[in-house]
């Protein structure tokens, strides 16, 4: 696909030569096709995995728009909520080949004050072709660190290719060590996740994590706010508050899948309600938009093109 320069706010934006996204702009509401985006250039999600009538969840739904992000430039968002143990997802099983390296990225904001974790994007793992986890799943969690409630705390579950029966050091942190508590706590946003997963040898590989602060168009305000050199490991090292996952990786590829695993999981992309942890109702929501992968480089701000 060919680049195109757009004008917004002074500024030029690039479509970006994305192998697969979604925005959300087939339908809105609770349907199979709106939360699979079924309309986009690339087809959306193949598959859903929920309550066989849609309508019927309160996990999930395709909003109309919204006030924090330009519903003409990043399409609508996908809301979740905890609501119960009524999980929804939609799933693409081979949108990469085997092993292959890839970035992604995608806007989200929480505006809950109560709630409990989840799991929103997972790559491999979680029921799909491959059993077991990760390599990476992006999870949402309110937990208690050396007693203060961390209720916006951003979470990345990455699994640990040297055993077979856990996911090893999991729950990487926004925080900084200068921070008494480690952990620093998220705000509202909105905010751009980006990641890079480098495959070495499988089931090796590396995992690069961005974290940026944006306006209302989408456009970075505050680049790389949190990077791999200020996430830090609740689990790592006994959980010492100074472990930061740059330090984790230190120049190896110090995660894998689950050896068990066949390479087949690592083409799999999952996203939306999955993992609500347990039965608890969110006060607020948790609103994600814009999701995009690549095989060439970070896509950042650019704009994906997805109109239905």
């Known amino acids: 696909m060919s680049l195109l320069l757009l004008r917004s706010r002074g500024r030029s934006a690039v479509i970006a030569d994305a192998i697969f996204g979604a925005e959300w702009r087939t339908a809105t509401g609770k349907t199979s096709a709106a939360f699979r985006d079924s309309g986009n250039r690339f087809g959306g999600f193949p598959s859903y995995n929920g309550p066989p009538d ?20 990043r399409g609508n968002p996908f809301r979740m909520n905890n609501a119960g ?3 929804l997802t939609v799933n693409h099983n081979t949108v990469l080949a085997a092993a292959q390296s890839h970035w992604g990225r995608v806007y989200f904001r929480d505006t809950r004050t109560t709630g409990t974790h989840n799991h929103w994007i997972a790559q491999g793992g979680l029921g799909g072709p491959g059993s077991g986890y990760g390599p990476i799943q992006w999870a949402i969690g309110n937990i208690t660190v050396l007693g203060v409630r ?17 996911n090893g050091d999991v729950r990487w942190a926004p925080g ?16 751009l996740l980006e990641w890079q997963i480098e495959f070495t040898t499988y089931p090796a590989y590396y995992v690069r994590v961005w974290i940026s602060e944006v306006d209302a168009n989408g456009f970075i305000t505050a680049p790389d706010v949190y990077t791999n050199a200020t996430l830090l490991c609740r689990d790592y090292n006994a959980g010492g508050g100074t ?49 995009g992968l690549s095989t060439t480089g970070r896509l950042r701000d650019s704009l994906l093109g997805l109109a239905a």
């Open 243 to 291: 472990a930061t996952l740059a330090t984790r990786q230190n120049g190896a590829p110090a995660f894998g899948f689950n050896t068990a695993d066949s390479a087949l999981s690592s083409r799999q992309y999952v996203f939306g309600n999955e993992g609500a942890g347990g039965n608890v109702t969110d006060s607020g929501f948790f609103e994600a938009a814009s999701f």
């Open 85 to 87: 143990t009524n999980n």
């Open 54 to 73: 849609p309508t019927t969840t309160t996990a999930a739904e395709i909003m109309a728009g919204g006030a924090w992000l330009s519903q003409a430039l």
């Open 150 to 166: 961390r209720v916006q705390l951003f979470t990345a579950c990455l699994a640990d290719g040297t055993t077979t029966t856990t």
């Open 176 to 191: 900084l060590v200068s921070n008494p508590t480690g952990y620093d706590q998220l705000g509202t946003g909105p905010y």
